[in-house]
């Protein structure tokens, strides 16, 4: 699935810049997905969060490009904001670095510094869905704990213990110094509170988010093996196989 770009532009000249960035993304993985001369409905559509990242073509009269991004902050730190200018302005371009803009481009716009800030529009993209079906993997695997009054103060600590192990493997030894147990009492007593092992937790939780990540499109098997910390994609793709009874690459499809 390609990345989508809303293109907002001050007005006139349409063509000939739809046509330039059109040329350069052939190939690539993004697209135009919409056009809008009109500021109020660039702002409608930022705040329908259907697009991934925003291209503002900013020149005169109009030189919308700060003005749609202080109608729309707030959306355009979740929406990567690219600014091609008609010239060089440096009281303009600091406006928009201040507003959010990811990058501020003069023109005529070298191909490879278009597709430069779109691979760095890309990655943040990519590290939010990262960090977006993490979390959501988490709140599902913690909804279907026991939930008691006892229960709820070491729920609130293991939900902050797997944010901050987010970027490890969270093995049961770590778990346990996290808690200030040892290995063998936290197996207890996580068991005792959840009538499963926290290795058993883990790797449920673990294969929700996995299963997240490839229903969304945007992740290969290898990638999504690598972000769980298995050894090899092989080993991941028997583990998720023993898991949902089916490989990795047909639940992508």
């Known amino acids: 699935m390609k990345l989508q770009i809303l293109v907002a532009d001050s007005g006139g000249r349409t063509e000939r810049h739809l046509n330039v960035l059109r040329t350069v993304l052939t190939d690539t993985e993004y697209e135009i997905a919409k056009y809008t001369a ?14 991934d990242i925003l291209v503002c073509i900013n020149r005169s009269p ?3 490009a700060a003005r749609l991004l202080r109608l729309a902050r707030g959306i355009t730190g979740q929406i990567p904001a690219i600014v091609i200018s008609e010239s060089e302005d440096s009281q303009r371009m600091r406006e928009c670095f ?16 278009l597709m430069l800030a779109l691979s760095r529009a890309g990655s943040m993209i990519h590290a939010q869905r990262i960090d977006a079906e993490y979390q959501s993997a988490l709140e599902e695997s913690l909804s ?16 902050d213990f ?17 808690f ?12 005792a509170k959840f009538g499963m092992t926290f290795g058993d937790f883990y790797k449920g939780f673990q294969m929700r988010y996995a299963m997240r990540l490839l229903e969304s499109g945007q ?5 999504v093996s690598r972000l769980l910390g298995f050894s090899t994609p092989d080993y991941f793709t028997r583990v998720f196989k023993k898991h949902t009874g089916i490989t990795p690459s047909a639940y992508r499809k």
Do not use: M
Not at 38 to 51: G, I, N, P, S
Not at 181 to 187: H, I, K, L
């Open 38 to 51: 009109d500021l109020q409905e660039a702002v409608t559509l930022l705040h329908a969060r259907k697009y």
């Open 62 to 64: 109009g030189f919308i």
């Open 98 to 113: 201040l507003l959010g803009a990811i990058d501020f481009l003069s023109e005529p716009v070298p191909s490879e510094d």
């Open 144 to 159: 279907e704990l026991p939930h008691t009054e006892q229960n709820a103060p070491v729920i609130a600590k293991l939900e």
């Open 162 to 178: 797997l944010k901050k192990t987010a970027d490890q493997t969270a093995t049961v030894e770590i778990a346990a110094d996290y």
């Open 180 to 191: 200030g147990f040892n290995r063998d009492y936290f197996g207890r007593y996580f068991k």
């Open 219 to 223: 992740f290969k098997v290898l990638e």
